[in-house]
């Protein structure tokens, strides 16, 4: 994997102007550098020794309490899915989003002097989901474009990467990582927020 540290806000800007903006980039921030990537699914399997047949139950029980959280009745298994990722369910999902400056609010809002960094990858090297194929039954990693179901998925210009075997860290050829130097965490961070 390509990685790039920058120590300076040109260096930060200059980054996203070389490489993200014609290219159809995804991003994902992460607020500490020994963050794998990989989803919440799949790092609950690795530390509890479980299988993931359990997904499945846990999943089927979301289902059954959600309905307060819907803002639509008629959703199907993909969406619910990532209903149940932004509300705390360890699921096969990995959030990315399509906002290079939202990746870099999620690497650096805890504004620790540690290194943070932002995953980019071309969204055209993996295959969308068919949506005719259950979430749990994908044979490879796919990009998920989920409707705009919650204001949340909106707001973060949210997409996913679903993971058919969630334990294992994703990697791709075009996947990227800007390190991004600890002392520069809270100069990007009040940046994005004001």
């Known amino acids: 994997m390509k990685t790039t540290t920058i120590t ?69 298994d993909w969406e619910m899915l990532a209903l149940a990722q932004h509300n705390g369910l360890n699921t096969r999902l990995l959030d990315w989003t399509e906002n290079p400056l939202v990746a870099a609010f999620f690497a650096t809002k805890d504004h620790k002097n540690e290194g943070s960094c932002i995953y980019l990858m071309k969204r055209n090297e993996l295959d969308f989901v068919d949506y005719k194929t259950h979430p749990f039954k994908i044979d490879n990693i796919k990009l998920f474009r989920p409707k705009h179901i919650n204001k949340r998925i909106t707001a973060q210009s949210g997409v996913f990467t679903v993971h058919n075997k969630p334990e294992i860290e994703l990697s791709t050829p075009s996947l990227e990582r800007m390190i991004i130097n600890g002392k520069l965490n809270i100069d990007i961070y009040l940046c994005l927020s004001t």
């Open 8 to 76: 300076s806000l040109d260096e930060f800007h200059q980054f996203f102007r070389n490489r993200c903006w014609d290219d159809h980039y995804i991003f994902r921030g992460h607020s500490k550098l020994k963050y794998k990537l990989m989803p919440s699914l799949g790092r609950c399997i690795i530390q509890n020794k479980k299988n993931n047949t359990i997904e499945n139950s846990y999943f089927h029980e979301f289902k059954r309490l959600a309905f307060p959280l819907l803002e639509y009745n008629n959703i199907d």
